[in-house]
């Protein structure tokens, strides 16, 4: 602690954001944009099926054991969802890509940003696991050596 930490202003701890919110705004937008494509609704209806899948996404995504903390939803590790509804979910969600895009560019392109800060700190968590298990190769090697070297 030096001499002038008093005057300085205290560090605070990172801001926690509730992204829940903003990424239901973004699915419903990307549902309307399909079901409007592929089913042929028009206005803010969707069709049957297509209401039930979003309503489940919905649920599931206020059940989320991550809280306000949770990951984009095709980026997560542990899915909410049945392999059924996973497979229609991320169906919707790729096959809209380039419509979303000319329709909500400002939202597709933060979207896009979120998912690879999402993708580099996997990464750079799967980076540092691997340097901790060759760490600790290179210890055992080291202590068997020096055993080797004891008993000669």
Request: net charge positive; aromatic share 6%; charged share 35%.
């Amino acid at each position: 602690m030096s001499i002038f930490s008093r005057f300085l202003p205290k560090k605070k701890p990172p801001e926690i954001k509730n992204n829940i919110p903003k990424e239901k705004a973004n699915i419903k937008k990307t549902f309307a944009v399909y079901c409007h494509k592929e089913h042929g609704t028009a206005g803010d209806k969707l069709c049957p099926k297509c209401t039930a899948l979003l309503a489940t996404v919905l649920m599931k995504m206020n059940r989320c054991p991550y809280g306000i903390t949770k990951p984009i939803c095709d980026r997560c590790e542990n899915p909410c969802f049945s392999k059924s509804q996973n497979v229609e979910f991320r169906k919707i969600m790729t096959a809209n890509q380039k419509s979303m895009l000319l329709r909500h560019p400002i939202m597709t392109i933060k979207h896009k940003l979120a998912s690879m800060g999402v993708d580099y700190a996997l990464k750079e968590r799967d980076k540092k696991e691997q340097q901790k298990i060759e760490a600790k190769e290179k210890a055992a090697k080291r202590r068997e050596e020096a055993r080797s070297k004891k008993k000669k």
